[in-house]
């Protein structure tokens, strides 16, 4: 097909010697049909593209290799880490990549590179598909390190919050930084045995050595992946601090009601009983303020030994 046809097709492609990228986003049926005419895939692997539910995975066929991978992207709206889809079909001289929902910006953007500089092109292109896939993951694989710095940021201030000041929006921000991160894991965790598998896998059309080239991009996984994990042990951490401190601070505050209605209920009991309307001993309807006097010195008395016993059993 011509360049016309890609166009219309929502296909964009560029080229160096025998190697050619081409570049799909949002594919639809018609782009599939393209593949299909363009290329001699698996009609499995072209329903994959239409698909929007695939889970991570690899597969092989004599000659070229299909993979659906999933890159994180971070929805500033919900707060939080959601996973989006790439296909990439790659050959002996041609590297199809599909951005199923258009939003891995790290994708388009080293495309628009290669396709616009032509010193990308002849770095990336001029080498071999294995050598492009290579860029192309490491570039995706790239993009989720400020991601992953954002949610260590995340916890490094609620954790100084903790620390300081501890109040009732912690446990919001606890929660909202724990569904983040456990987005992100469901993100990362599938990526690590697709790419291990094309670490160590022998692919003679890609012409490159996977230990070494994919054995770096899996090193990066499994680096982010140890990240996560540390970072799921310290939010864990923070939540269980939380909580306590939280039932520390109402289990002070019942304590300290406690003795404020210690110290008042013998007062109160005196008041509630001379408040009666009967002849009681020292009454207060003689019209002398002696009676009153003692009431209100017997009150302080009582209050006051009743401070002192619970300061003398250390529980003020």
């Given amino acids: 097909m011509s360049s016309l046809d890609q166009k219309e097709f929502n296909i964009r492609s560029v080229a160096k010697g ?3 990228w081409f570049y799909i986003e949002r594919p639809t049926s018609k782009e599939v049909e393209f593949l299909s005419q363009r290329f001699k895939f698996h009609p499995l692997d072209l329903d994959d593209v239409i698909s929007r539910i695939q889970r991570p995975k690899i597969d092989v066929y004599k000659d070229y290799l299909f993979m659906v991978l999933h890159f994180p992207i971070f929805d500033k709206e919900n707060r939080i880490t959601r996973p989006s889809e790439t296909d990439i079909f790659i050959g002996e001289n041609y590297v199809v990549t599909v951005d199923c929902s258009g939003d891995l910006k790290p994708l388009a953007k080293f495309f628009q590179e290669c396709e616009t500089d ?41 954790e100084d919050i903790i620390l300081t000041r501890p109040i009732p929006g912690t446990v919001r921000q606890i929660s909202l930084v724990r569904r983040d991160l456990i987005s992100f894991r469901r993100v990362i965790h599938p990526q690590i045995a697709v790419i291990e598998t094309l670490e160590k896998g022998e692919y003679p059309f890609l012409k490159e050595e996977e230990e070494i080239y994919f054995g770096d991009i899996a090193d990066h996984i499994r680096k982010i992946w140890g990240v996560l994990e540390d970072c799921k042990e310290v939010i864990d951490g923070l939540s269980d601090t939380s909580n306590w401190l939280t039932s520390h601070r109402i289990q002070e505050i019942m304590r300290l009601l406690t003795i404020i209605m210690g110290i008042l209920a013998p007062p109160t009991l005196i008041a509630s009983i001379y408040g009666m309307n009967i002849p009681l001993p020292g009454g207060v309807n003689s019209g002398s303020l002696l009676p ?15 401070f002192f016993y619970m300061r003398h059993r250390k529980y003020l």
């Avoid at 570039?139 to 710095?149: E, H, Q, T």
């Avoid at 009153?292 to 009743?306: E, K, Q, S």
């Fill in 18 to 20: 025998k190697l050619t």
């Fill in 118 to 158: 032509k010193n990308s092109r002849e770095r990336y292109l001029g080498r071999s598909s294995g050598f492009l896939l290579y860029h192309i993951l490491d570039r995706l694989v790239g993009s989720c390190f400020p991601i992953l710095d954002k949610v260590t940021q995340n916890i490094d201030e609620i």
């Fill in 292 to 306: 009153l006097g003692i009431l209100l010195a017997l009150m302080a008395i009582t209050a006051g030994a009743i």
